[in-house]
C-alpha cells in the first residue's frame, strides 16, 4: 500500500471509532481534570472524555500489521506504545488523583529518558542511524543515537504535551508534521518508511472531527506523549532527525514560551506573556480558540516546508 492510501483507511477508520471511544470513555469515567492555574476559560472543560490517544495506538497497529509490518515502521509503532503507555499511567493517575497532577515529573523525564535510549539501541541495531545534516548530506551518527534519540524522545514527547491545551491545535499541527514526514520518505524513495506517520497523520485528521472546538474528546497524556515520541522515531526512520526541530516548529516554539517564562519569573519576578505555552497567552487575551488553532496549523504548514525545502529529501546529487 502506498501511504496516502493507508492515511485514507487511518482517516476513516478513526472518525468512525471515536463516537464508540466517546461513550466508552465517558462511562469508564476518565475525565479531563482541569489545572486550577490554567485559563479560566478551560474550566468548562472538566469532565470531557480524555484518553483518547488510545484510538491512536490501536488503529496504527492494527494498520501496521495489516499494510506494513516493515523494520522502519515497527520501530515507530515501538516509539508509539511507549510514549502511549507512560501517557495512560499519567492520565490514569490525574484522574484517580483528582487534581490533573498525574506522575511526578522527575520520574516521567526518567522514564522518558530511557524509552528514548532504548529506541536509539534499537536503531543502532537495526541500521536506523543515517540522517541528513543541514547542508552536509547524509551521515550515520552510529553509538551516538542512543545519547540523542534520549534527548530528543525527552523534548518531543514533552513538546506536543505541552502543545495539546486548545482544541484541535495539537491534533491539526501533528498531521502535519507526520503528514510531511510521509511526504520525505516517498521523496526518498523509501514509501515503506512513510506508512506508519500516514498512519498517525490520517488517525489526527480522524480524531479533529471530534477534537475541533468544541472538543468532545482530548486525546490526553495517553496521546501526546504518544504521538511526541512517535514523532522522533518517525524522524529517525526517515533521516530527518536533525530537521525536526524546524518540521515542528510550532511544538519548539510552545515549548520555549514555558522555559523562557519560567526563567524570567524566576531571575526578575516578571511574566514576559500572559500565560504559557504561548497558545494559553492569546486564549486569556480573549482569542477564540478556532481562530488560535489556525494559525498554529498555518505555521506548521510553513514551518513543514521550509524544512522540506532546505533538506531536499529527494535531491540525489
Known amino acids: 500500500m502506498t501511504p496516502f492510501i493507508v492515511f485514507v483507511a487511518a482517516l476513516i477508520v478513526s472518525a468512525l471509532v471515536f463516537p464508540a471511544a466517546i461513550g466508552r470513555l465517558a462511562r469508564a469515567r476518565m475525565g479531563q481534570q482541569i489545572r486550577e ?13 480524555t484518553a483518547g490517544g488510545l484510538v491512536f495506538l490501536i488503529v496504527a497497529l492494527l494498520l501496521y500489521l495489516v ?5 522502519a515502521g515497527g520501530f515507530v509503532v515501538i516509539a508509539l506504545a511507549l510514549g502511549g503507555a507512560l501517557g495512560f499511567v499519567d492520565d490514569y493517575a490525574a484522574i484517580r488523583g483528582g487534581r490533573n497532577l498525574g506522575l511526578q515529573a522527575r520520574y516521567k523525564i526518567v522514564i522518558q529518558l530511557a524509552s528514548g535510549a532504548l529506541l536509539g539501541v534499537l536503531a543502532l541495531r537495526w541500521g536506523l542511524t543515517s540522517q541528513l545534516v543541514p547542508f552536509d548530506g547524509r551521515h550515520a551518527i552510529g553509538a ?8 530528543a524522545v525527552a523534548a518531543g514527547s ?5 502543545t495539546d491545551g486548545s482544541d484541535g491545535l495539537a ?4 498531521a502535519i508534521s507526520f503528514g510531511a514526514l510521509a511526504l520525505v520518505a516517498v521523496l526518498q ?9 500516514a498512519i498517525l497523520a490520517g488517525c489526527l485528521c480522524g480524531f479533529l472531527f471530534y477534537n475541533f472546538f468544541p472538543a468532545r474528546i482530548f486525546m490526553g497524556d495517553t496521546g501526546s506523549l504518544a504521538l511526541g515520541t512517535a514523532m522522533v522515531a518517525a524522524a529517525i526512520t526517515t533521516g530527518f532527525l536533525w530537521y525536526l526541530p524546524l518540521l515542528a516548529l ?27 505555552p504561548l497558545h494559553n497567552h492569546f486564549i486569556v487575551s480573549g482569542w477564540r480558540e478556532m481562530p488560535i488553532a489556525l494559525y498554529f496549523w498555518a505555521g506548521s504548514l510553513i514551518a513543514a516546508a521550509l524544512a522540506l525545502a532546505l533538506a531536499r529529501p529527494g535531491h540525489t546529487a
Open 158 to 162: 514533552n513538546a506536543f504535551n505541552l
Open 37 to 49: 492555574e490554567g485559563p479560566a476559560a478551560h474550566h468548562a472543560k472538566a469532565g470531557t472524555p
Open 67 to 71: 499494510a506494513d509490518r516493515s523494520i
Open 250 to 276: 510550532v511544538f519548539v516554539v510552545e515549548t520555549v514560551s514555558v522555559i523562557a517564562q519560567v526563567a524570567s519569573f524566576k531571575m526578575t519576578g516578571k511574566r514576559i506573556i500572559r500565560m504559557s
Open 189 to 197: 524513495h523509501h514509501p515503506s518508511a512513510g506508512l506508519v506517520p
Open 171 to 174: 491534533a491539526g499541527a501533528g
Open 144 to 151: 551516538w543515537m542512543i545519547l540523542v534519540s534520549a534527548l
